[in-house]
């Protein structure tokens, strides 16, 4: 005897329809389609794309990929795995534990944008189309069929909404464009992954070692680009793989796997930040990779003013200007009016307590404010110091910061004989001043996450996250607010005085113009805070992240002259619409940011 398991379909009930994908196009051929694109632009990559070397990168080589080709090549190997792990090839079902197709997609679509941009770049610079060879042509056509077979891709498309008959155009208009809308983030939206099993120690520390490396190598090979068109091409391979690996579930089976070793995990990602100066040949790239650690530091004490205790602190570059005038004075500098030079050690001390003590003086009298009021105030700060120290010089005011030429001739520090002003030989490595001056800064940096992570698990801690979720209640909860507040006031000034004493070494000079609200080249107050929400509020790795990718953008997109900070800007609009709770936000800003999300079993206080 049979029983019937399904419901039969009653006369008259049209059948749900097939799932289809973006472009109509037959699901097996689609996914043929893309893996054939992926597979030949493989092959196009190690064939000449120009016929002369005037392009930078020297694309018209055979048999050895160069300058953009190789993203191109990274791009399509991604794209070739996710095809097919789409047709369950054995032992790559392990790369897609949400599902390929959106992987797919995100990775065709990377490899598509470098290869098209690679094209036109050189149509553009070398006078035509003319000027390309036929590995020109053949990546351009390749790529497009890899992108048009992974979305014509199948997928669970949603339902639109019901039409009201009485709407007019333009709301028919509107309620179409949104289920198109729709349609597409269901398009390039993936499953929630497969946990990952409890694996043995040492293979999951493998994992942490290997995601470390790759970050080491992204970073390296980023802030190393050595020309304008390969710094786009890798902007546009970094970010849409980076969505691809996220898409595939990798990502997060790497969290996972990075939770359960918090400690290692983060004695790993210094390890492998120290290892940066070596991979250079020179000083260039450690120059940007010490200020941008200085930047970082100061963001992540920003962190703790704006991320866990919810107070907005417009002005928190004075206080990196603060700690840096304080350790100038003291340097021994012949700018200095005070003839003496302390010690590196005493010189922190100094930093760090003249900017604590002025976090106090400016907390005490503003911190009953809130929200607008307490960031005007905060605003105002800022702008005082500026103006005070350009007008101590002798002649507005007392001669002590020398006005606005500040203090210049800054020696370099010598810590326990060891000149960071000097090239020195490590193990067969030349480590240059810059690169001495990063691992110093390194060390802080520890030194700032270390305080943060213990502030953030601390009982203080717990009551910054309540006054930043909701003050009043915190009140009623017996929580002295106006004391939590200053504390969290002062660690943030501290830790900015902190940096501040490194960077006034590593300028040789300090002016009052370093120190602004607004302006082209961060550190400054604005990129301070947008390095804090890009990053993602209240977590550690956040704010080093944004604070990395606002000091390396704006610094190798120059060649946009006045148009620079329009094109960041108009990025980060579209960040902040698209991933509002910033690039590494913690479990609960995903669900306040995005209320569909699944919630989770605990919520963590940072998302640390």
Do not use: C
Not at 524 to 553: E, R
């Amino acid at each position: 005897m049979t029983t019937q398991t399904t419901a039969p379909q009653t006369p008259g009930t049209p059948a749900a329809p097939a799932p289809s994908g973006l472009i109509r196009i037959p699901a097996n051929i689609a996914r043929a389609l893309a893996l054939g694109g992926a597979a030949l632009t493989i092959v196009s990559t190690f064939m000449s794309w120009t016929w002369t070397s005037a392009f930078p990168g020297d694309l018209t080589v055979y048999g050895y990929p160069g300058g953009l080709q190789v993203l191109v090549l990274i791009g399509s190997i991604l794209t070739t795995l996710f095809a097919l792990a789409g047709y369950g090839v054995k032992g790559l079902r392990h790369l897609v534990p949400a599902g390929g197709d959106a992987a797919l997609r995100f990775a065709a679509l990377a490899t598509f944008l470098t290869a098209w941009y690679t094209v036109i770049a050189i149509s553009d610079e070398l006078g035509g189309v003319v000027n390309l060879d036929p590995g020109g042509f053949i990546v351009a056509i390749a790529t497009l069929a890899a992108l048009v077979g992974a979305l014509a891709l199948p997928f669970e498309k949603p339902e639109p909404d019901p039409i009201d008959p009485d709407d007019d155009r333009w709301e028919k208009f509107r309620n179409k464009a949104a289920h198109q809308r729709e349609t597409i983030k269901a398009a390039f939206a993936a499953g929630s992954p497969r946990p990952v099993g409890k694996l043995p120690s040492w293979v999951e520390i493998l994992v942490i070692v290997a995601v470390m490396a790759l970050g080491l190598t992204v970073f390296t090979y980023g802030i190393g680009t050595q020309y304008d068109e390969l710094f786009i091409g890798f902007l546009l391979t970094a970010g849409f793989g980076f969505a691809a690996l996220n898409k595939s579930g990798l990502v997060a089976q790497a969290t996972q796997i990075t939770s359960r070793h918090q400690t290692i995990t983060v004695f790993g990602a210094f390890i492998a930040a120290a290892l940066f100066p070596f991979t250079q040949t020179d000083d260039q790239y450690a120059t940007i990779g010490v200020y941008i650690l200085i930047f970082a530091t100061v963001a992540l004490g920003l962190n703790i003013v704006v991320g866990l205790a919810g107070l907005l602190d417009l002005g928190y570059v004075a206080f990196l200007g603060v700690g840096a005038y304080a350790a100038a004075l003291v340097s021994g500098s012949p700018s200095s009016p005070w003839d003496v030079h302390f010690p590196f050690w005493a010189a922190v001390l100094v930093g760090a307590a003249a900017s604590l003590t002025f976090g106090v003086l400016i907390g005490a009298p503003t911190l009953r404010l809130r929200g607008d009021y307490l960031a005007i105030v905060t605003l105002g700060f800022g702008e005082i110091f500026r103006i005070t120290v350009n007008n101590l010089d002798g002649t507005s005011g007392p001669d002590i910061t020398n006005g606005s030429n500040g203090i210049s001739s800054i020696p370099d520090l010598n810590i326990l004989g060891w000149n960071l002003g000097a090239t020195h030989d490590i193990l067969g490595f030349t480590i240059g001043r810059f690169a001495n001056y990063f691992l110093l800064m390194l060390l802080i940096t520890a030194v700032v996450v270390l305080v943060f992570r213990r502030s953030g698990d601390s009982r203080i801690g717990r009551a910054w996250v309540a006054i930043r979720e909701d003050e009043t209640a915190a009140l009623a909860m017996g929580i002295n607010g106006f004391k939590v507040k200053l504390i969290a006031f002062a660690v943030g000034a501290s830790l900015a005085g902190l940096a501040g004493t490194v960077q006034a070494h590593v300028t040789y000079t300090v002016t009052p113009e370093q120190y602004q609200f607004a302006g082209p080249i961060p550190p400054n107050s604005a990129f301070l805070l947008a390095a804090v929400v890009l990053g993602g509020m209240g977590t550690i790795g956040g704010p080093l992240i944004g604070a990395s990718l606002l000091y390396l953008i704006p610094n190798k997109l120059q060649f946009l002259g006045d148009y620079q900070l329009f094109a960041f800007g108009v990025a980060l609009i579209l960040l902040m619409r698209f991933r509002p709770e910033g690039l590494v936000a913690n479990r609960r800003r995903q669900l306040e940011f995005h209320e569909e999300a699944e919630a989770p079993t605990v919520l963590s206080k940072t998302g640390a």
